[in-house]
């Protein structure tokens, strides 16, 4: 054990649920069904006005659960813990104290610099994102396969609506529609509810990665397994995928090229932590495909995506007529389910932390570990403590 919060020694842990900074973020962190779990542990929630409105929690519902409402600058100023869907905008972390506990899905591997910020303040920070998945009693607390399984099931909905026929196989008097094919690439907890979507509202899948494991996983679901003969497996650690090296890649877009051109829809959700999403779909590839085709990019995002063309956030049809849709936040499109999951994967958490009243700092424990990003001044987490120190090295050099 390496050091104790004291603010809530004396009297009850403040938790504040702040209202997202972010213009595209319609969740909140904490949903009124989630205030009496927290508050059983001897916290006091504070909430924000409005903190859940845009995922259809009002104020109302929060006082009625034992809330107390308040503006941004009280809350900031009262809270011991504030919870967070993503992290602080810079405007807000410059009104954090000293002592300070942010827990949220901060991505420090994609935004050190925010890392860096808050422990200049002292604050100390969580991450949901660095959660150990592979161990089992952390997950109640994966907010990550909890996110991404709403954002794959949304994603085989918004395939739906953006191609203009069936999915299932209707004979009509107007006659017989054929069933759409659907290639799903990427077999994760998104991956999987993507296809299992897609096989409810009737069409073909098939599903592909480069994990072996996968291969059972789809086909458990009733979709199709895509076997591409040039890549081997490619299991990583915590169950991502690993990269692959630029053969393997070369080979594997040859092979799938010539399958996505016979679908209809391409759903693609490979990602990996921090690092820019596998490139999966090729401008070659769109341009392969049938008029009135759909792809749905989940990896979207400013790091990239797994399609040439995509635009998080976007969509966009090619002059041959393909849509493809920049979805890296889907799981924000359902906000009151995704808000839901997320209050059960944060009070989980926090729940973990909290020992008498007080947040107990704990870097022997392996959940804490792997979500402990900031704490007493210090990154004192190792991936994104050595992005940092690449970034200062840079800066050096380049006087």
Known sequence: MTGVETQGAARALTVGVVREDAADEARVALVPDGVARVAGAGCEILVEHGAGASAFYPDDAYER??????????????????LFVGGPAPATVEKLRSGQVVVGMLRPLVDPGLAGDLARRGVTAYSLDGLPRTLSRAQPMDALSS????????????????LGRYFPMLITAAGTARPTEVLVLGAG?????????????????????????????????????????????????GGYARSLS??????????????????????????VPGRRPPLLVTETAVRSMR???????????????????????????????VTIVGAGNLASTMAAGASAAYSHNISALLLHLVRDGAVVVDQEDEIQAGVLVTHDGTVVHPGTAALLADVASTKEGAR
Not at 246 to 271: G, K, P
Not at 298 to 312: F, H, I, Q, T, Y
């Open 65 to 82: 659960a034992g809330a107390r409402l308040m503006s941004r600058e009280e809350l900031l100023a009262a809270a011991d813990v504030l």
């Open 189 to 237: 907890v998104a991956g999987l509810q993507a296809i299992g979507t897609a096989k409810r509202l009737g069409a073909v899948v098939r599903g592909y990665d480069v994990r072996p494991e996968a291969r059972e996983q789809i086909l458990s679901l009733g979709a199709k397994y895509l076997e591409l003969k040039s890549v081997a497996a490619a299991e990583g650690e």
């Open 246 to 271: 630029a053969d393997e890649q070369r080979a594997q877009q040859e092979e799938l090229n010539a399958h996505i051109a016979s679908h209809d829809v391409v759903i693609t959700t490979a990602q």
């Open 291 to 321: 008029p009135g085709s759909v792809i749905v990019d989940m990896a979207a995002s400013d790091l990239g995506g797994n399609v040439e063309l995509s635009r998080p956030g976007e969509r966009v049809l090619t002059d041959g007529g």
């Open 147 to 162: 996110q991404a399984s709403i954002a794959g099931y949304k994603a085989a909905l918004v395939a739906a609506y953006e």
